[in-house]
């Protein structure tokens, strides 16, 4: 709330300001304009098998001694249900950042509880075959918070994600979205783990819907 | 004033994503346990082998001596059934009067005192009648042999091929020890001496 009121003022300065340069010359008056949207409308987001991902009991010995393992991809089904077709996009967040061995693409995985300063892999999300309205779509990327787009099924840290009709570069309004959320999770070369008690993978990561 | 608008639009809508925020997130999890350790060798008698006090005049001067015969049983219990070997490595090493074998310890740090010998005898896997194989270049080929020299690799085969080790989820076999003294005419035994074998079995997944 606080920063948001922050925000307010200053942009409602900006707006007078350089409405009242153009006005200048005409007439001793003087304009403030405040626009913007408040939505009753939301969505719903929803991962299947209630966003939990269990690899289970890995041996150690199946891992490698010198370049990370790759265990089997994991796909999540992802449903994003609003009121009305809105414009979103979805924003990986890492609960686990610190983990990570690359933080700008992977997020973490949490680290050996028994030799902390280990980190244990990285998890890869990625977004396949996204339907909305019964329509198929495409997956874009934006790197600036919505400000440009790209196609890309990669979903990297704080990356937003939106979806477009096949050949569009903008995310269209979805009032159903369903996907495919695939996870690659790697575990990191074990010459930099200590793996003579059992270790629990901790990967945690907040999928947020931001409306565009 | 379209693009002014923006940064505006933006402010007020950071705080609606903020009243929804509980509704618009979901939380994903990656899970797991790495463990250490798929199989688990042990041996009976605890692994130990003790030949108790013997007399330096009952052994021979002019040739080795054969101390004992002892047989212990060694089971290897893995996860799931899998590709082992077990590779042993000798705490002696360069204390055998015979280069294959294990060492027994030096007497005045020169001289050998003996050495013992690991044989596998009736592997039984998954309960069926298995037999042991070797290999001596870490695993890569195998051969149908039950003589453990000391570093190689052993592991079970079916009788049929003994070229390739077996997924075996439970290994039982005897694992024989002959414990030899060497001639004692190099040997300083005018004071006592300990006999100091140890070797270590190690499981090695393939």
Same mark, same amino acid.
Request: charged share 15%.
């Given at each position: 709330?606080?920063?948001?009121?922050?925000?307010? @003022?200053?942009?409602?300065?900006?707006?007078?300001?350089? /409405?009242?340069?153009?006005?200048?010359?005409?007439?001793s008056?003087? !304009?403030?304009?405040?626009?913007?949207?408040?939505? @009753?409308? *939301?969505?719903?987001? /929803?991962?299947?098998?209630?966003?939990?991902?269990?690899?289970?009991?890995?041996?150690?010995?199946?891992?490698?001694?010198?370049?990370?393992?790759?265990?089997?991809?994991?796909?999540?089904?992802?449903?994003?249900q609003?009121?009305?077709?809105?414009?979103?996009?979805?924003?990986?967040? !890492?609960?686990?950042?610190? &983990?990570?061995?690359d933080?700008?693409v992977?997020?973490?995985?949490?680290?050996?509880?028994?030799?902390?300063?280990?980190?244990l892999? &990285?998890? *890869?999300?990625?977004?396949?075959?996204?339907?909305?309205?019964?329509?198929?779509?495409?997956?874009?990327? &934006?790197?600036d &918070?919505?400000?440009?787009?790209?196609?890309?099924?990669?979903?990297? @840290?704080?990356?937003?994600?939106?979806?477009?009709?096949?050949?569009?570069?903008?995310?269209?309004?979805? $009032?159903?979205?369903? *996907?495919?959320?695939?996870?690659? /999770?790697?575990?990191?070369?074990?010459?930099?783990?200590?793996?003579?008690?059992?270790?629990?993978?901790? $990967?945690?990561?907040?999928?947020?819907?931001?409306?565009? | 004033?379209?693009?002014?608008?923006? +940064?505006?639009?933006?402010?007020?809508?950071?705080?609606?994503?903020?009243?929804?925020?509980?509704?618009?997130?979901?939380?994903?999890?990656?899970?797991?346990?790495?463990? #250490?350790?798929? =199989?688990t #060798?042990?041996?009976?008698?605890?692994?130990v082998?003790?030949h108790?006090?013997?007399?330096?005049?009952?052994?021979?001067?002019?040739?080795?001596?054969?101390?004992?015969?002892?047989?212990?049983?060694?089971?290897?219990? =893995?996860?799931?059934?899998? %590709?082992?070997?077990?590779?042993?490595?000798?705490?002696?090493?360069g204390?055998?009067?015979?280069?294959?074998?294990?060492?027994?310890?030096?007497?005045?740090?020169?001289?050998?005192?003996?050495?013992?010998?690991?044989?596998?005898?009736? +592997?039984?896997?998954?309960?069926? %009648?298995? %037999?042991?194989?070797?290999?001596g270049?870490?695993?890569?080929?195998?051969?149908?042999?039950?003589?453990?020299?000391?570093?190689?690799?052993?592991?079970?085969?079916?009788?049929?091929d003994?070229? %390739?080790?077996?997924?075996?989820?439970?290994?039982?076999?005897?694992?024989?020890?002959?414990?030899?003294?060497?001639?004692?005419?190099?040997?300083?035994?005018?004071?006592?001496?300990?006999?100091?074998?140890?070797?270590?079995?190690?499981?090695?997944?393939?």
């Amino acid at each position: 709330m606080a920063q948001s009121m922050n925000t307010y @003022p200053c942009t409602a300065v900006i707006v007078f300001w350089l /409405t009242s340069a153009a006005a200048a010359h005409a007439a001793s008056k003087v !304009d403030v304009t405040v626009t913007g949207r408040l939505t @009753p409308d *939301a969505c719903l987001v /929803t991962l299947s098998d209630e966003g939990v991902i269990d690899h289970g009991k890995i041996l150690s010995h199946t891992l490698s001694d010198d370049v990370v393992t790759e265990l089997p991809s994991r796909v999540l089904q992802l449903h994003v249900q609003c009121g009305r077709p809105m414009l979103f996009a979805l924003v990986g967040l !890492d609960n686990r950042a610190q &983990s990570s061995l690359d933080p700008d693409v992977l997020y973490g995985l949490g680290r050996n509880i028994h030799a902390p300063a280990e980190r244990l892999g &990285s998890v *890869a999300l990625s977004y396949r075959n996204p339907v909305g309205d019964a329509q198929v779509l495409q997956v874009l990327a &934006s790197d600036d &918070s919505g400000e440009t787009w790209r196609p890309a099924s990669e979903a990297w @840290p704080k990356t937003y994600i939106g979806f477009a009709p096949v050949g569009d570069r903008q995310p269209d309004f979805i $009032g159903q979205l369903s *996907a495919q959320l695939q996870i690659d /999770t790697s575990i990191n070369a074990t010459q930099y783990l200590t793996l003579d008690q059992a270790v629990p993978l901790d $990967g945690s990561v907040v999928l947020d819907l931001r409306y565009l | 004033m379209k693009s002014l608008l923006t +940064p505006l639009a933006t402010g007020l809508l950071l705080l609606g994503s903020a009243a929804t925020y509980a509704a618009s997130t979901v939380d994903l999890t990656v899970k797991g346990l790495i463990v #250490p350790s798929a =199989c688990t #060798p042990s041996l009976t008698r605890g692994g130990v082998i003790d030949h108790g006090k013997i007399s330096a005049k009952d052994l021979r001067p002019d040739n080795p001596t054969l101390i004992g015969t002892h047989t212990m049983t060694m089971a290897v219990i =893995c996860d799931a059934p899998i %590709q082992f070997a077990l590779h042993s490595v000798d705490n002696r090493a360069g204390s055998s009067a015979s280069p294959a074998n294990y060492g027994l310890g030096l007497i005045n740090g020169t001289q050998k005192l003996g050495w013992f010998l690991l044989t596998v005898r009736n +592997p039984v896997a998954d309960g069926a %009648q298995m %037999q042991s194989i070797v290999s001596g270049d870490g695993g890569n080929t195998w051969y149908g042999d039950n003589a453990w020299d000391a570093g190689l690799y052993v592991s079970i085969a079916t009788m049929a091929d003994p070229s %390739q080790p077996a997924s075996v989820k439970e290994l039982v076999t005897d694992l024989e020890v002959q414990t030899v003294i060497a001639r004692t005419d190099g040997l300083d035994l005018s004071n006592e001496v300990t006999i100091d074998g140890s070797a270590t079995l190690e499981v090695k997944y393939l």
